[in-house]
């Protein structure tokens, strides 16, 4: 499911392009560290965001070519920093209520928001209209539910592809036993900040044993 979220928003929703620039915004979550492989593999130049030294380590490993720490005050601008001051053409969105303002100041004129998730399904008032309008950005949603078959099919041969050629790769935070879900559950929801799947194991093999 990360990787079809992922392709959908990065390659369907997004229009990737190789030589373009995308920021993966809460890049150091499922969806977000196969946006970023993704990116690469299309040719695209990738900043990706994390909020904890270990979220900013796994997004490196993952590829980005540079990773910013979106709870730094000026998180902004060093993004536009990294672009010479022009901005990304594609934001893949992770959490828009939150990081929707930094979206619309480091976005390219002309450029796509992509919208995967948000803690506040009610209202968008977190948008301008007036640097919406000017700056001719388009902000749209992605939502799996809508994939049609040709976009099965592609997705399909991709995702074999990637794989076998070692361009994709899921990048595990922790394995915890089942006995242990109510952790994992408290990890998932507790705010330290994605760095990773978090994933529960119902076989008799131990974590060690599947991390090996």
């Known amino acids: 499911m990360p990787f079809i979220s992922?392709?959908?928003?990065?390659?369907?929703?997004?229009?990737?392009?190789?030589?373009?620039?995308?920021?993966?915004?809460?890049?150091?979550?499922?969806?977000?560290?196969?946006?970023?492989?993704?990116?690469?593999?299309?040719?695209l130049t990738v900043i990706g965001t994390a909020g904890t030294p270990e979220g900013i380590e796994v997004v490196r490993q993952a590829g980005a070519d540079h990773v910013v720490n979106h709870r730094e005050a000026d998180s902004a601008n060093k993004i536009l920093s990294l672009t010479n001051g022009e901005g990304v053409?594609?934001?893949?969105?992770?959490?828009?209520?939150?990081?929707?303002?930094?979206?619309?100041?480091?976005?390219?004129?002309?450029?796509?928001?992509?919208?995967?998730g948000t803690k506040n399904w009610g209202t968008m008032d977190f948008f301008q209209l007036n640097p919406l309008v000017l700056s001719e950005h388009t902000i749209t949603g992605m939502s799996v539910l809508h994939i049609v078959e040709e976009e099965w099919k592609l997705l399909r041969h991709e995702v074999e592809h990637m794989q076998k050629s070692g361009?994709?790769?899921?990048?595990?935070?922790?394995?915890?036993?089942?006995?242990?879900?109510?952790?994992?559950?408290?990890?998932?929801?507790?705010?330290?900040?994605?760095?990773?799947?978090?994933?529960?194991?119902?076989?008799?093999d131990t974590p060690e044993a599947m991390q090996s």
């Open 6 to 43: 992922a392709y959908r928003g990065v390659v369907f929703k997004g229009n990737a392009k190789k030589g373009q620039t995308i920021l993966v915004h809460g890049a150091s979550g499922a969806v977000g560290l196969m946006g970023v492989q993704i990116a690469k593999y299309k040719g």
């Open 89 to 116: 053409d594609i934001i893949l969105e992770m959490v828009v209520s939150v990081n929707g303002p930094t979206d619309q100041k480091v976005l390219k004129k002309g450029g796509t928001i992509v919208v995967i």
């Open 167 to 204: 361009d994709i790769r899921p990048i595990i935070a922790n394995i915890y036993k089942f006995e242990d879900v109510g952790q994992a559950h408290f990890d998932t929801m507790g705010g330290g900040g994605a760095r990773g799947k978090l994933v529960v194991s119902i076989a008799n």
